[in-house]
C-alpha cells in the first residue's frame, strides 16, 4: 500500500501561516515595556513558533495508521545520546518500547545570519553522530534504527540571499561555499546531513515574513522538499508497522 500523503500542500501552507502568526503574537505580548530588539529575540525564541510542523507530522503519521498515542510533541521528548546523557528532540515516535522515529523543526529570520546559521550547524551534524552513536551502542535497546528528520524554515529576505565572504587565511575552503548566501549554505547543510547518513531526511523551506503570513513557502531544492521528506517519514512508519 502506498504512502498517504492527504492534501500535504495545504497542511504545510498552514504550519508556515502558523510560524509567523506565532512570532507576531509573541512580538505583540512583550511589545509594552520591552526594547525592540529584546522583543524580536523574545518572538525567535517562544518555543511555540514551529507547533504547525508537529501538526502536520501528527496527520501525515495518524493517516498512515500510527496510533496517536505514540506521538510525543508536548512531553517525554528526551532520548539517550553517546556524547550527552539526553537530548530533547521536538518529535519523538515510540511505539511499544521501540524508537520508530525522531524529527527537528528548526527555522532562522533575519537580520543575523552569521551566527545563527553555524550554530545551527553544529546542532544539526552534533546531533546526528550523536544519534547514530547512541544507536550503534544499542541505547535503544532492540529497536530497529530509527528514522531522524530535520526540517529547516529560513526567511527569505536580502540578507538571507546576500552572498557571503568566507576568510581562509590558511587553507581554502571547499568551492562549492565560494560566493554563496546563507540561504545556499543551508542548501548544502541539510543535503549533506542525508548524504553523511546522518539523518535520514532533510525538508527545506523559505518564505518572505509577508508572504509567510498566508502560507507561502518556496522549495529551493527538489531534493530537500516537504513531499519527499513526508513520503520517507510515511514510508518508514509503514513499513515498521507491517513488521509487527
Known sequence: MGVILTDYERRTRRAVAHYWQTL???ASRQAQGDSADRGRRSAVTGGKQ???FC???NELLTDNGLPEAHIYTDQKLELPGYFRPTKRWDMVVVFEGKLVAALEFKSQRGPSFGNNFNNRSEEAIGTGKDMETAFREKAFRDSPRPWLGWL???EDCPASRRTVKVDEPHFDVFPEFWNTSYAQRYEFLLRKLVLEKLFDSAAFLMCTEEQGQTG?????????GIKQFLAGLGAHVGKFLASL
Request: proline share 5%; aromatic share 4%.
Open 55 to 57: 501538526h502536520l507530522i
Open 50 to 52: 514551529m507547533d504547525g
Open 24 to 26: 507576531s503574537d509573541q
Open 152 to 154: 529547516m524554515l529560513l
Open 216 to 224: 507561502h513557502y518556496t522549495e529551493p531544492a527538489r531534493d530537500l
